[in-house]
């Protein structure tokens, strides 16, 4: 069933609103006409309008403003990334789901997506505040032959990944906040949780969950982090539709994660510094040893934050909270 869908979405995005035939469709997908008007059926369902026209056919009008599987794929541009999509209404954690599907040989690209979470959780197992229907909740599963040491830097990839989708789809200039937040004038709009399935030897799976807040309103946040939280919509004083940033996200990372194979961390290094946020200014930095403070030179070809204080003594820095302009 869902293979025929997959077939007709493709379809439709290939047709660039033009009409295809039930018998056009019926061919691309492999099955009887009445088969197709049953599937056209059920995406009215979900919210697509499809105006059907006697003698020319189908073809899709208005898409839904969801994350479903359906509404990721028509139009998505990627050879592996977002091809298997697993899309739930509402779950505890997308991340959860993905890690059970990658220990159950998920293929690369599996895509995890939830209208709502539960119980998300971001970096040191902090809470996440995931309401529905208006953000971007979702967990990709990379399965790249490298050792487990190589995993840090595939925070820094999807961070480059996620501020160039957000750059294509809006007026906004996004920041990077080492190791993982995305901000919008100082305000933080998206985070990323790497985390891994590996050997002693080789990375087996690292599950990147991707938490942004995209269509809230300021009431959409509880009191606590109003002064520090913002959405897309917020700053670009209109709504965004969520699955073309989920598409722009996926066919970014599936750029940079080639290039990263190809050429190493040098070229994503750069970008990433390009979108920096800290370089060159004062922060500090709280890490489960101490606090150190001084100005941000940039990170290593492993990813790890290098801090010079005042004695010019340069610390690299793995793991810690990061205040800027200190």
């Known amino acids: 069933m869902q293979s025929i869908r997959k077939k007709l979405i493709e379809a439709f995005s290939e047709s660039h609103g033009e009409?295809?035939?039930?018998?056009?469709?019926?061919?691309?997908?492999?099955?009887?006409?009445?088969?197709?008007?049953k599937h056209i059926e059920e995406l009215r369902k979900e919210g697509f309008v499809l105006e059907a026209v006697r003698k020319k056919g189908y073809r899709i009008v208005h898409t839904p403003d969801s994350v479903t599987e359906n509404k990721i794929r028509l139009g998505l541009q990627t050879s592996t990334l977002?091809?298997?999509?697993?899309?739930?209404?509402?779950?505890?954690?997308?991340q959860k789901i993905a890690h059970d599907l990658a220990g159950d040989g998920a293929?690369?690209?599996?895509?995890?997506?939830?209208d709502e979470q539960t119980a998300g959780r971001g970096r040191l197992m902090r809470e996440w505040h995931s309401s529905s229907?208006?953000?971007?909740?979702?967990?990709?599963i990379l399965k790249p032959n490298l050792?487990?040491?190589?995993a840090p830097q595939f925070t820094l990839i999807t961070?480059?990944?996620?501020?160039?989708?957000?750059?294509e789809v809006s007026s906004l200039e996004p920041e990077i906040k080492w190791p993982n937040d995305i901000l919008i004038n100082g305000k933080k709009v998206t985070g990323i949780l790497t985390e891994l399935q590996a050997e002693s030897d080789r990375i087996n799976s690292i599950i990147i969950g991707i938490g942004m807040n995209v269509n809230h309103t300021i009431e959409h946040f509880p009191d606590a982090?109003?002064?520090?939280?913002?959405?897309?919509?917020?700053?670009?004083g209109k709504p965004l539709s969520r699955a073309v940033i989920v598409q722009k996200v996926l066919e970014r990372m599936e750029s940079l994660y080639g290039l990263y194979m190809k050429e190493g961390f040098t070229p994503i290094k750069l970008l990433w510094e390009?979108?920096?946020v800290s370089i060159g200014k004062r922060i500090r930095a709280r890490t489960i040893n101490g606090t150190i403070e001084g100005t941000a030179l940039g990170i290593t070809e492993e990813g790890v934050l290098k801090i010079e204080d005042m004695a010019g003594v340069v610390h690299q820095i793995y793991s810690a909270d990061i205040e800027v302009n200190v």
């Open 107 to 114: 293929a690369e690209g599996t895509l995890v997506i939830a």
């Open 225 to 236: 982090i109003q002064s520090i939280a913002t959405s897309l919509s917020i700053e670009e």
């Open 82 to 94: 977002g091809q298997v999509i697993h899309y739930e209404k509402s779950v505890p954690s997308t």
């Open 133 to 140: 229907g208006n953000g971007i909740w979702m967990s990709l």
């Open 19 to 37: 009409f295809l035939s039930g018998q056009a469709l019926a061919e691309i997908a492999g099955c009887s006409r009445t088969a197709i008007w």
């Open 274 to 276: 390009s979108y920096a």
């Open 147 to 150: 050792p487990p040491q190589k």
């Open 159 to 167: 961070a480059v990944a996620v501020v160039q989708a957000i750059e």
